[in-house]
Nanobody, 121 residues
């Protein structure tokens, strides 16, 4: 199983990015998916989740700015990020699991390698 995250980069505050997570080696449509992020010196925190049925949840800090989506035909997870802020700077990870507890990272089975997002002020 491989989760390949991409799309990170350096952007100015107020800008936008779209992260992608390409999944292989698993039946993507059977998995709940999530984006987590970790800033230097901080714990890994939940950004957004999307169930295998398409239900979504977003952390309060990103509601109205970020949108998680999935394309089961392409085995790909997305995170659309708008109105980025310096505090969004972090390494962003995608994760996959079945019957997960959304806010508990230990319940996700597979993790991508992370993609860096840096937002300058």
């Amino acid at each position: 199983v491989q989760l390949q995250a991409s799309g990170g980069g350096l952007v100015q505050a107020g800008g936008s990015l779209r992260l992608s997570c390409a999944a292989s080696g698993l039946t993507f449509s059977n998995y709940d998916m999530a984006w987590y992020r970790q800033a230097p010196g901080k714990q890994r925190g939940l950004v957004a989740t999307i169930s295998r049925g398409g239900s979504t949840n977003h952390a309060d800090s990103v509601k109205g700015r970020f949108l998680i989506s999935r394309d089961n035909a392409k085995n790909t997870l997305y995170l659309h990020m708008n109105t980025l802020r310096p505090e969004d700077t972090a390494l962003y990870y995608c994760a996959a699991g079945i019957n997960v507890v959304y806010s508990n990272p230990s319940t996700y089975t597979y993790w991508g390698q992370g993609t860096q997002v840096t937002v300058s002020s």
